[in-house]
T-cell receptor
Framework: AQTVTQSQPEMSVQEAETVTLSCTYD???????LFWYKQPPSRQMILVIR??????QNATENRFSVNFQKAAKSFSLKISDSQLGDAAMYFC????????????FGKGTKLSVKP | EPEVTQTPSHQVTQMGQEVILRCVPI?????FYWYRQILGQKVEFLVS????????KSEIFDDQFSVERPDGSNFTLKIRSTKLEDSAMYFC????????????FGQGTRLTVV
């Protein structure tokens, strides 16, 4: 069975600085997708960024980028120029390329942004 | 922008009572999911639903749970006899085609069993 591990329960960053959230996963599959979701206090899960395992190039979405290391099964999220609105829980998630599209989540990292 | 909507936002129920949580997925989506998040813990997959039947379920999704798409728009999760440990946030999600498309989540229903 696949597992997702986020080893940082809480992180803090100064506004305008850069922060990196860690995620590792375990799978025997070669084809899959990885995601970072943001959960603000409103509780709704919002997709931040996705990465297809077959792509070597790291995904980027504006201030958000990932460092995908397939051999190491590592998928970290870098947030540049952090803003107060980035404060939230961040969940790393895995989805098999087979099956019905369900997501396997890590335990999350609570990010605080200091003004 | 299309969105997944869930009702109610908060439900309080007595232990042993039946509850139905409702979701309206995005209209052209084909795959539907329920997830659960116990307070302070990670989000856990419960069940996926496609073509009017359960396509996959986790070990959490036991005989106390059932899902239904009664009218082509609503997608419901029923808990037959609630237990204290069923208290959690329940999230509905939908995807257009399953594995290679984005999952859109609703805002969740907070279920409190007393």
């Amino acid at each position: 069975a696949q597992t997702v591990t986020q080893s940082q329960p809480e992180m803090s960053v100064q506004e305008a600085e850069t922060v990196t959230l860690s995620c590792t996963y375990d799978t025997s599959e070669s084809d899959y997708y990885l995601f970072w979701y943001k959960q603000p206090p409103s509780r709704q899960m919002i997709l931040v960024i996705r990465q297809e395992a077959y792509k070597q190039q790291n995904a980027t979405e504006n201030r958000f980028s990932v460092n995908f290391q397939k051999a190491a099964k590592s998928f970290s999220l870098k947030i540049s120029d952090s803003q107060l609105g980035d404060a939230a829980m961040y969940f790393c998630a895995y989805r098999s390329a087979r099956g019905q599209g369900n997501l396997i989540f890590g335990k999350g990292t609570k990010l605080s942004v200091k003004p | 922008e299309p969105e997944v909507t869930q009702t109610p936002s908060h439900q309080v129920t007595q232990m042993g009572q039946e509850v139905i949580l409702r979701c309206v997925p995005i209209s052209n989506h084909l795959y539907f999911y329920w997830y659960r998040q116990i307070l302070g813990q990670k989000v856990e997959f419960l069940v996926s639903f496609y073509n009017n039947e359960i396509s996959e379920k986790s070990e959490i999704f036991d005989d106390q749970f059932s899902v239904e798409r009664p009218d082509g728009s609503n997608f419901t999760l029923k808990i037959r006899s609630t237990k204290l440990e069923d208290s959690a946030m329940y999230f509905c999600a939908s995807t257009l085609t399953g594995v290679n498309t984005e999952a859109f989540f609703g805002q969740g229903t907070r279920l409190t069993v007393v």
